[in-house]
């Protein structure tokens, strides 16, 4: 199947699609915030995807901060490339 068919196709099914509830503890929305936040900063990662996870990214860091600027400010180091540290004997998954 081409591109284009997969892409239809896959358009078709989420038309009508009622969204998706998603229910994460602390520690998975940290998680899943720096994954977005990580390829974010992806040189080719841009358009209309790159918004709706910089969305959600942004979503996930005003939930975790409640309010916290502090905190709010710990978790948007994630957008710095900066402040990243390598991972000793990080194996990939």
Do not use: Y
Not at 21 to 32: E, R, T
């Amino acid at each position: 199947m081409s591109d284009e068919l997969c892409a239809r196709r896959l358009n078709e099914a989420l038309r009508n699609h009622p969204g998706v509830d998603l229910q994460l503890d602390a520690k998975a929305a940290v998680i899943v915030m720096s994954q977005l936040q990580l390829a974010l900063r992806h040189p080719g990662n841009c358009g209309t995807s790159s918004l709706i996870a910089r969305a959600v990214a942004d979503n996930l860091i005003q939930l975790l901060a409640m309010g916290d600027a502090e905190v709010e400010r710990l978790l948007r180091l994630g957008d710095n490339p900066h402040f990243d540290r390598p991972v000793p004997n990080a194996s990939r998954n």
